[in-house]
């Protein structure tokens, strides 16, 4: 585990009393704590950018009043759902309708352990790194389908049957798309993709399979997130609010929220997996590491607001022709692309500087 | 629409859900209770009363001056249309003879009020369809719409502009120009309503083939205006019956074949142009003269029957007058066209999905106060 914020310097004296097991764990719980801290607001100010972003596509002007340009707006929208009263359903289930949230926020913030920022800005850089990634966030479809199903509301289930049905499909197409860029990197650890990388981003290096890897990665990345075109989930319009029409308060806020961070986290993975994460365009500020960040925050929020784009443009497609995009297009094409992307391997096609 | 087989160790079971009074796409407080089999549609049952506020007995209390406002709160969207029903078959019954410059006032300001109406309508299409900013767009040039129904008359939506006899008041001065102005604005503006949304694809796979009504169905069930035209009846009471001054001006009925939403949809867009079109031809030569002739400050019908008909943005409005030769009319019926063409909902919705039902409820373009009254 890389020590984020060199524990050893901000407090020297525990290294004396406490034995090495205790320190680590204590590490941990403050790398946490650091990190809910810091991505609690970075979501707010997401939501913050997609208002102001979506005011700029409906020719309106947005938040702008509470605080400089809005700024504070979602963070007093933040207080009024902590100070709202929750309200629940009669016969819903009690244990299952208060356990979807977290399950739901849980896997989001989990999943931000292993991103890549810059070298040292990585809480947790282990070998299978993409795989946890997958993993952690398939985990939050059981969150929709716990709240959809124990709301004891019939739209409610609705929303979240086509949740399950929707996040599972979709899966293939994230997993076979960055299978399609491990075949060029030969490793799964986020940090040595990056490393990779230092020859040309993927995106350059695998050009015409990377390319289209990356266009469904992008539309899978969409549909994962339960976003337009792709929230059948919510589908204000057909199901009031879908799998959290029940839900008030802090307990809606952690669905909110987790949607914004999960859609920082697939945009953050494709700026790792196709961009070159940390990295500086032609390596023009190689010799400043900390500029890293910037780096992976600009590339990621370009991608954020290419998903926001999506969002205010695109009609919502039914659900039977959201399986079939998958089912019949995307997944044949993929499964095509990686042979393609094997050949190019093989054969040494690559661009690299 | 094919209905998946379902083997039979897995038999589904129908449930029913409520859609309304308070739902996001009944527009209004419609109460759907809809029968389902997964996410397929079975049965349709709108369930009406939410808003009824039992206008035609008022109208039997009431003068003929005061119906006319009582038509504003049916169907909003088009309230001029509304008014100008009441008024053309009051006068009509009275053999009144209009001027010229009401007429082409009045046909002017009908036709702005279809833009309008459409504008929402559009916007609201999108956003059933899950395009948010549709509605926007649409609201954007229904505002400035609205700005000259306000500097006419006072009003933006209710407008009362129409009074047995003629108008009013004069219109304001600038209107011409504004009116221009707007016409210029708008036909630049429903290109930019193609590219956002009739040219996308996805929009396209939602719509068509979704809904479909044949034209025998849409005779048999009643429907009129756009729902009627998009499967080929020939409908449009402006070209059959005209009245005030359509007579004057040429344009084109908007007729589409396909009968499913996206010909619904087609055919309010080509309504626009034609709209545009007729708002044109006559906003150079309004004639001049009275704005209103003088009538008795008790109107009393002669005693008998009389029917007027006008298309408002959503189809047929029909007015049927008893009167007894008082002050008021014995039974005053309004022929709606949203009741109508909510009667089609159960025909046509049964055996899509939820998303369908939406999609094809957004064409049918439902104003509620006007199908409860």
């Given at each position: 585990m890389n020590i984020v914020f060199g524990m050893t310097y901000i407090l020297p004296w525990p290294l004396s009393i406490a034995s090495e097991g205790t320190l680590s764990i204590v590490e941990m719980v403050v790398i946490a704590l650091v990190y809910l801290g810091i991505f609690s607001v970075a979501g707010l100010f997401l939501v913050l950018m997609e208002r102001r972003v979506a005011a700029w596509f409906q020719l309106r002007i947005g938040p702008n009043r509470v605080g400089f340009q809005g700024l504070l707006q979602t963070m007093a929208d933040a207080l009024k759902l902590v100070s709202k009263e929750l309200t629940g359903t009669v016969k819903s289930d009690k244990f299952l309708y208060n356990l979807a949230p977290y399950f739901v926020i849980v896997t989001a913030l989990m999943a931000l352990a292993v991103i890549p920022f810059t070298k040292d800005f990585h809480a947790f850089d282990i070998n299978i790194g993409i795989f946890?990634?997958?993993?952690?966030?398939?985990?939050?479809?059981?969150?929709?389908?716990?709240?959809?199903?124990?709301?004891?509301?019939?739209?409610?289930?609705?929303?979240?049957?086509?949740?399950?049905?929707q996040t599972i499909s979709y899966e293939l197409s994230i997993g076979l798309s960055l299978l399609t860029m491990i075949?060029?990197?030969?490793?799964?650890?986020?940090?040595?993709?990056?490393?990779?990388?230092?020859?040309?981003?993927?995106?350059?290096?695998?050009?015409?399979?990377?390319?289209?890897?990356?266009m469904i990665y992008m539309i899978a990345g969409t549909a994962e997130t339960n976003r337009a075109p792709f929230d059948m989930v919510e589908a204000e319009s057909e199901l009031g609010a879908g799998f959290h029409t029940e839900?008030?308060?802090?307990?809606?806020?952690?669905?909110?929220?987790?949607?914004?961070?999960n859609m920082f986290i697939i945009a953050a993975i494709a700026t790792t997996i196709f961009f070159g994460g940390w990295l500086s365009p032609f390596g023009i500020t190689e010799s400043i590491p900390w500029l890293g960040v910037f780096w992976f925050l600009l590339k990621t929020l370009v991608l954020v607001f290419l998903m926001m784009w999506f969002r205010w443009t695109f009609p919502r497609l039914r659900v039977d022709q959201l399986l079939t995009l998958e089912w019949k297009y995307l997944l044949p094409l993929n499964l095509m692309?990686?042979?393609?992307?094997?050949?190019?391997?093989?054969?040494?096609?690559?661009?690299?500087? | 629409m094919e209905t998946p087989t379902v083997h039979s160790n897995f038999k589904s079971e129908e449930y029913f859900i409520n859609m309304g009074p308070q739902h996001p796409a009944t527009h209004g407080v419609l109460r759907l209770v809809l029968t389902i089999d997964g996410e397929i549609i079975k049965k349709v049952e709108p369930d009406l009363g939410y808003i009824h506020r039992s206008i035609e007995k008022m109208c039997e209390r009431d003068s003929y001056q005061q119906i006319v406002h009582l038509t504003d709160r049916m169907d909003y969207l088009s309230a001029n249309i509304n008014n100008e029903a009441v008024c053309l078959g009051v006068e009509n019954a009275l053999q009144l003879e209009i001027p010229e410059r009401v007429k082409v006032i009045r046909t002017i300001i009908g036709e702005l009020t279809r833009i309008s109406s459409h504008c929402l309508w559009w916007g609201v299409m999108g956003m059933d369809v899950g395009a948010i900013t549709t509605y926007f767009y649409g609201f954007r040039d229904r505002e400035m719409l609205n700005d000259i129904f306000e500097e006419t008359c006072g009003a933006r939506l209710t407008m009362n502009y129409n009074v047995p006899g003629g108008l009013m008041f004069d219109i304001h001065p600038n209107f011409v120009k504004r009116v221009k102005k707007f016409v210029a604005h708008f036909k630049t503006k429903i290109p930019e309503y193609d590219r956002l949304l009739t040219g996308n694809v996805i929009f396209q796979k939602r719509t068509k083939g979704v809904g479909v009504l044949s034209k025998e169905d849409a005779i048999s069930f009643g429907a009129s205006g756009p729902v009627a035209r998009g499967s080929g009846y020939s409908c449009d009471v402006r070209k059959y019956h005209p009245y005030s001054a359509l007579d004057?001006?040429?344009?084109?009925?908007?007729?589409?074949?396909?009968?499913?939403?996206?010909?619904?949809?087609?055919?309010?867009?080509?309504?626009?142009?034609?709209?545009?079109?007729?708002?044109?031809?006559?906003i150079d030569n309004i004639p001049q003269g009275e704005h209103r002739v003088k009538t008795n400050a008790v109107i009393k019908l002669p005693k008998g029957e009389f029917y007027q008909?006008?298309?408002?943005?959503?189809?047929?409005?029909?007015?049927?007058?008893?009167?007894?030769?008082?002050?008021?009319?014995?039974?005053?019926?309004?022929?709606?066209?949203?009741?109508?063409?909510?009667?089609?909902?159960?025909?046509?919705?049964?055996?899509?999905?939820?998303?369908?039902l939406v999609a094809t409820m957004a064409t049918l373009d439902l104003v509620i106060p006007d199908i409860d009254r």
């Open positions: 946890f990634l997958i993993a952690v966030s398939s985990i939050g479809v059981i969150g929709v389908l716990l709240g959809g199903w124990s709301s004891n509301n019939k739209f409610a289930l609705i929303g979240a049957m086509r949740s399950g049905v075949l060029i990197t030969g490793t799964l650890q986020l940090s040595e993709i990056i490393e990779v990388q230092k020859n040309g981003w993927l995106i350059v290096q695998g050009h015409i399979p990377a390319i289209i890897a990356f839900y008030s308060g802090m307990k809606f806020a952690y669905f909110f929220l987790a949607e914004f961070i692309n990686i042979v393609l992307m094997a050949l190019m391997v093989w054969g040494g096609l690559l661009i690299r500087f | 004057k001006v040429t344009f084109n009925e908007c007729l589409e074949t396909e009968g499913d939403t996206f010909a619904r949809y087609c055919v309010r867009i080509r309504e626009l142009w034609e709209s545009l079109s007729i708002v044109e031809q006559l008909k006008v298309e408002t943005a959503r189809g047929e409005l029909g007015m049927y007058i008893i009167s007894t030769g008082t002050k008021s009319p014995y039974r005053l019926k309004f022929r709606s066209p949203g009741f109508s063409n909510l009667s089609l909902l159960n025909h046509i919705a049964v055996g899509g999905k939820i998303g369908d």
